[in-house]
């Protein structure tokens, strides 16, 4: 146990921690208390000195590390989508001036391309896809198909397929096509709704969803599907 760290978390919300390729733990749930771990040398450090003192973002929910090195794009409630370098630097950041389906949606998950595009599924606001530039955003929610706008994990499947876990029911997105193939109880789920943070895709790539009744797990080239 850290007892240094004890002040870092929300009792109020969720407190994002995130494995980077190095070993080093991300966890934090504001900018101020944004700290980089390492766990053999049991050194730390905050990754936003003082830099932001002024302008403090509360509510990181969601981590994902990005392709580039030394950066996370983080998920907020509120705030949008940020991208971080863990020198200290805000790269990149869109709000609700920038797209009104990311900043006013709380952000549940995010998935960076190997484009270095993103995907982000919200509370309420469905999936975004936002181009590695930030020039070109689309929206997709349930008249597009999706089984509905509470996006709460996006695993890749291949460089042209996306499962999506929602709210109510599991789709399965094909980036070419742009079409959605849906999965609920009938088809051998163990629940409709899957649960935030809950997600995970192991070495041999079987895929782990939680959910309201268990955990769903399966191998995603097994899944007839059309």
Known sequence: IHDQFKDYNNIHGPNPLVRLRDGRLLFGFTTEHLTVFDPETLNHRAVFQDS????????????????????????????????VHLSGKIIQSYDHNFS??????????????????????????????????????????????????????????????????????????????KEFQNFYTEDGLSHNEFNFSSFYKNSEGQFYLGGMNGINAFFPNEIETT
């Open 52 to 83: 932001l003192k002024s302008f403090e973002i509360w509510n990181l929910d969601v981590f994902e590390e990005s392709r580039d090195k030394d950066c996370v794009w983080i998920g907020t409630r509120g705030h949008g989508i940020i991208k």
């Open 100 to 177: 009104s389906k990311i900043g006013k949606n709380p952000v549940l998950c995010i998935e960076e391309d190997i484009d270095k595009s993103i995907w982000i599924g919200t509370y309420g606001g469905g999936l975004t896809h936002l181009s590695h530039d930030g020039k070109a955003i689309i929206n997709y929610d349930k008249n597009d198909g999706l089984p509905d706008d509470n996006v709460v994990a996006i695993l890749p499947e291949g460089p042209n397929k996306l499962w999506i876990a929602t709210y109510n029911g599991l789709s399965l997105f094909n980036k070419i096509t």
